[in-house]
């Protein structure tokens, strides 16, 4: 009972630091028109900008991205290949396909289609029917298949995300966060590079209708190569992107815009601010202590704490403001501990604005003590419950 109550304690206030630092002065007086929102900086994982970011709210064609995040693991895993068919069913044609007069790839009534081309059909044209003929294609049926995705959402952590169908049409069930869409769009552009580059296809063609591609930042010129655009009457006009310009790669999503035009605008906006009003700096090297924990029961009383890459953030350019840090962890640590242990996380602000969050692991083994000293910290550990 005791421990347990520590720990929940300690969670929360271990080691406060604070660094002076270029920061958030060009961050605080930039503002977007979007409700909802999360920027990130894909090296260093800095958010740039955030508000909303845990709202759930209506999916739409946002949810596609996870339809492919199910799709490309099941080729991955050697479920499917990309020659794999799948059938046309009519309720795919009927509620995805010609009749329905949504997103489409025109696919005929009981025809088979590869499943290489069903990809692209969903990554260039978010097309409603292929997200279904290959929810059907790989479950059986669609709710089935949306078991799949809120099954592989929640083994991504996607917390706050939830799917009907493998479409986003209109369903209760259906929604998102931006930071559900942000993980999941590094999901996607990082461990499947290979699947993830049909996103960037300027067109294509099926039925001998030729389409272009609907995500309209693909061809702005501001580096985007992903990933769909959605809109939903509840929730607005919303995004999930990835861009990549002169060796920097972003992800941003965002919801609740008035307009097609608004999304766009904001988007470009969002993008050249993010690339352009911001530096890098090193906090800490790969290796460096970082921290010291506190151990019970141990050869020795605490062992250092370190992260394994360089622990860097962006901040804007020009300004300057305090950084803050805070080492999290199960206080305290029991012996043994071994070298490499992961046990906390780095989390790091300037002034209020949240940056990122860095993995800790511990940088020695520590044994077991002695009987006498392994007395004295439960003594210690007592002592300081009461206290």
Known sequence: MFARLLTAFFLCLVLPWTVAAQSAGGATAFDTKAKQIY???AATGTVLFARGENEPVAAASLAKVMTLAVVFKAVHDGEINLDTTFPVSEHAWRTGGAPSRTATMFAALKSQIRVEDLIRGVAVLAANDACIVLAEGIAGSESAFAARMNQQAKELGLARSRFDNATGLPSPGNK???????????HLQGSYPDLYRYYSEPEFEWNKIKQRNRNPLATMNI???GLVMGFAEDAGYGL????????????LAMSGLSSDK????????????AMTSFASRTLFKAGETIAEASVYGGSAGHVPLLARQDVDV??????TERLSARVIYSWPLRAP???GQGVGVLRIWSGDRFLREVPLETAA???VGTLSSRALDALQELLFFWL
Request: aromatic share 4%; charged share 30%.
């Open 337 to 339: 501990v071994a070298s």
């Open 223 to 225: 580096g985007a190569d």
């Open 240 to 251: 999930v992107a990835s861009v990549e310009r002169n060796g920097r790669r972003l992800f």
């Open 39 to 41: 920027l990130i900086d």
């Open 365 to 367: 083994s520590v044994e």
């Open 262 to 273: 608004e999304r766009l605008d904001e988007a470009r906006r969002l993008i050249d601010w």
């Open 176 to 186: 998102v966060s931006m930071r559900d869409l942000v993980g999941l769009a590094q």
């Open 314 to 319: 962006l901040l804007p350019i020009g300004s």
